[in-house]
């Protein structure tokens, strides 16, 4: 029996048993041998067993109900502040089983607690960082907009600046449209609506977005891979993922460099790699490239806002696959994304 398994209900009902037992014999051995008196004798044995069950059971409720005072007591203590205040259950039994299951139901208030307080210092983090970021474009519009004041009367300078202005502006649109999507995947609040979709063709997408940039820019970007690769994805965010990972690479590339994304089919997982022969990431970096807001000190690259590798990440993670590059300073970077396929 469940009840028998606390060592203090145990003992109760032996001694109330012992009780019953010597009352039982010592009736049987008075009747037996028919002692004198044993009319008397027999009333005053149950009374005495009966007084002994009674101080057993008194005793036992009087140490229940201190350990219920005591457990409210701590209840008290919770509530008040003090998120340490454990309830003691050392022993077995239904009683300590509910005390476990109190302290467990408090760790996981804490747990909680911590993790909204995790959240706010993130926000608090999060609005810090778009702060800084924002100095930077709003200053050099600052900047930019007096020039043209200044400069109203040559058309020449005017396009210039106005060039530099909406450059400025296009990295503001984006910093905040990446720190909107980057937060909602942190709070879960989309959905990955996943659907069978062709690797070829969605690179094919990646190509064409890109043509323009690498066609000004003097590089060149080019594919390769089995076209009749399925991968189960959200083509959208699938795509943002992709296409930050190759912006990073036009970022570190110069005229005449090359970007080549490749992808394949092996025994469980589809691969993709996206290789370029660019400046390559020092090692120093390497670590902490996935990072938000992160800048190299060995960087010359005052364009980039330092999330969309962190994004690209969190998608590629939401999707239940893995990131991870390598790269050799001076000779390029490879960025490989694999994802499982019996998985998606």
């Known amino acids: 029996m469940k009840i028998l398994t606390n060592s203090k209900i145990k003992l109760l009902f032996l001694r109330i048993s012992a009780c019953m037992l010597l009352l039982f014999f010592f009736s049987v051995v008075f009747i037996r041998f028919e002692i004198k008196n044993a009319v008397f004798y027999v009333p005053a044995f149950v009374l005495c067993a009966g007084v002994l069950i009674l101080i057993f059971l008194y005793l036992y409720f009087k140490e229940q109900r201190q350990l219920l005072e005591n457990a409210v007591s701590q ?26 299951e109190i302290n467990s139901l408090a760790a996981v208030l804490n747990a909680h607690a911590e993790n909204e307080e995790k959240g706010k210092e993130f926000m608090k983090n999060t609005l810090s960082d778009i702060s800084h970021q924002l100095k930077t474009p709003l200053a050099a519009l600052n900047i930019y907009n007096g020039i043209l004041q200044e400069e109203a009367g040559d058309l020449s300078t005017v396009r210039e600046f106005t060039s530099l202005s909406e450059q400025e502006l296009d990295r503001i649109e984006t910093l905040v449209q ?21 690797i070829g063709e969605m690179m094919n997408y990646v190509e064409k977005h890109f043509s323009c940039q690498a066609l000004q820019e003097g590089k060149h970007l080019s594919l390769s891979g089995d076209r009749e690769i399925l991968l189960t994805c959200d083509r959208s965010w ?6 930050n990972i190759v912006k990073n690479a036009f970022d570190h590339t110069k005229e005449g460099d090359y970007i080549h994304i490749q992808w394949r089919q092996l025994a469980s997982i589809v691969q993709i790699l996206i290789t370029d022969n660019g400046s390559g990431i020092h090692p120093e970096d390497l670590p902490h490239i996935f990072k938000r807001f992160y800048r190299s000190r060995f960087s010359k690259d005052t364009q980039g806002i330092g999330l969309g590798l962190s994004l690209a990440k969190a998608i590629v993670e939401a999707h239940g696959g893995t990131i991870e590059a390598d790269s050799e300073l001076g000779r390029g970077t490879t960025f490989t994304l694999n994802f499982l396929t019996v998985s998606l």
């Open 178 to 198: 990446n720190l909107l999507k980057i937060t909602k995947l942190d709070a879960r609040t989309i959905v990955i609506e996943r659907s069978r979709e062709n």
């Open 75 to 100: 209840i008290h203590s919770y509530l008040d502040g003090d998120l340490n205040a454990r309830i003691s259950c050392d022993e077995e039994g239904e009683l300590y089983r509910l005390f476990h």
């Open 238 to 243: 699938f795509l943002e993922a992709v296409s």
